[in-house]
């Protein structure tokens, strides 16, 4: 056969019903693909929706996670003004911007070993409604996704003062600082007209 004949030699046609059974099954094959995509996806927003951003600190030896959406901003501390007149674990005051932020010491208030003050720690601001204060830190590590769901909360080795504020411990063992609940104590008050 000359090339010629080849080309005008026409392909032996797909009966409709073997065309339509293809069809369907590749249909079918991306309809498939297409749920399971929306399941996933689904998933990860129902994932999603159950956790919160925290930023992971270090106080002494253990480590803490404080729910971002308290957080103001994160200051290296450059000086501390002492505040009379007030308990052991107020640290002071700063002035930040022209602002003027109490500062507590978290070791203290939660009754952890201290370790002596360097210019290495850090101030993290908080704020709650009205409420802004700083609080002394020895180290941030970072920024992590905390799944309230995935939390151990019977924790027997923790009592007193900080299991109070210890919402519970990750699967990781980090412990979940209760922000609210700490910005909430009157113990953090400062009566202005002493």
């Known amino acids: 056969m ?22 369907s099954a590749v249909r079918e094959r991306i309809l498939e693909e297409r749920a399971e995509r929306l399941k996933t996806g689904r998933h ?8 919160f951003a925290g ?25 501390l003004t002492p505040l009379p007149c007030t308990p ?7 002035n930040v911007r022209g602002k003027i932020f109490a500062v507590i010491s978290l070791k203290k208030f939660l009754n952890l ?6 210019n290495d720690n850090l101030v993290i601001l908080l704020r709650k409604d009205d409420i802004e204060l700083g609080i002394l830190v020895d180290e941030v590590i970072g920024n992590c996704f905390v ?3 995935k939390l151990q909360i019977k924790i027997a080795a923790i009592s007193g003062i900080q299991g109070s504020y210890i919402t519970g411990v990750t699967e990781g063992g980090i412990l979940v600082f209760n922000t609210r609940a ?4 009157d113990r953090i008050m400062i009566d202005e007209s002493l």
């Not at 000359?2 to 069809?23: H, Y």
């Not at 990860?44 to 956790?51: F, H, K, L, M, V």
């Open 44 to 51: 990860e927003e129902e994932r999603a929706e159950n956790r």
């Open 55 to 79: 930023l992971e600190l270090l106080l002494g030896m253990e480590h803490y996670i404080i729910d971002h959406q308290y957080i103001t901003e994160v200051i290296h501390l450059k000086s």
């Open 147 to 149: 799944y309230p769901d």
């Open 88 to 94: 052991d674990y107020f640290a002071g005051i700063i």
């Open 182 to 185: 700490f910005m909430e104590d």
């Open 113 to 118: 070993p201290e370790s002596g003050l360097t």
């Open 2 to 23: 000359a090339k010629g004949d080849q080309k005008k030699k026409k392909e032996k046609p797909v009966p409709p019903d073997e065309a339509l059974g293809v069809i």
